[in-house]
């Protein structure tokens, strides 16, 4: 991990609906090859700060650095940079594997020969050649959640974005999933994920826990265990969470 350039950089990030706030003045890094969990309830602001960082959204006000890119100008170069892996499936259920990796890859502005190279790779990598003229949806929902997440680095992104990926799966599959995303870490890709898994927050390098739109907490896991008094995330959250009811 490379840590004199950061891979994202957030700084005083406001993101407001009206008179609501989603995002209260967030600041953070994100090093190159990290895992990066960003917890919290549901409701706590993290897929909107996502959206965010994706060039989804626009901030009401801060400064975004997304690869070395300005997020205010620059949205469209980062779009290229990064893959995304939405809370809902993000594949089209409609279309064979195939397809899926067809139409992806032109949204990354990948050539012909580029998709056709990388979709034969990815699949054989994935031991899922016979399935790629199968219809997505008629795939059990852990091998479609390995293509999306196959899918979102078939580009070789520098950054992949996952939001709640394990949401509605059983442990088994949350694990494997995961182990994909050690194997993407590994080769240097930077991995920003949000969960309201606590127990996923022990694979991540480093969590950053969110509260009604505000970071409340951003360390290793281990670290705030110890800061906390706590054996596991469950109970460092519940702690947080206390602590500011307060």
Known sequence: MNNSDPAIKVVNLVKKFGDFVANKNLTFEVQKGEIFGFLGANGA????????????????????TIAGLDLNKHREEIKLKIGYMSQRFSLYDDLTVKENFRFFGGIYRMSKSQIKTATEMLLDRLDMMDKMNDIVGSLPMGWKQKLAFTIANMHEPEIVFLDEPTGGVDPLTRRRFWELIYEAAEKGVTVFVTTHYMDEAEYCNRVCIMNDGAIVALDAPAKLKEQYGAANMDEVFLKIVNRQKK
Do not use: W, Y
């Open 45 to 64: 602001g993290k897929t909107t700060a996502m959206q965010i960082l994706c060039g989804i959204s626009l901030p009401t006000s801060g400064k975004v």
